[in-house]
C-alpha cells in the first residue's frame, strides 16, 4: 500500500487553504518543501516566488515554464523558483511531505 499524503487525504477546502498558505509563504520568503518526485524519490528544494529573493519576474517565469502556448498551467503542479539550482522547478501538490521555514 502507498502512503498517501496529508494532502491526498484532504478536503477540498483543506487543499486550497494549504494552497494558499504555501503560496503566501513563497511570496515573502524562502521555504524547503520536501516532496517525491515522479521516480520515487524523496527531494528537498529551497524555493521561493520573491523577487527580492532572486527570482526572475513572472514575465520570464511563464515564457520558460510554458514550452508552447497551447498547455494550460496545472492546477496540481506549482511552478517555483529553485534558489540553490538558480532555474525554475515544479512539484505535485499531492506529493508534498512537508514544508519548512523559519519565522523572522
Known sequence: GEDLTWYQTASTEEREQFRAWTLSLLHERQIVVNFEKANGELHSMTCTLNEA????PQEIAVESIMENSKRQPNPNVCV???CTAKAWRSFRWDRVKGVEFNIG
Open 53 to 56: 529573493l532572486g527570482r526572475p
Open 80 to 82: 517555483v523558483w529553485d
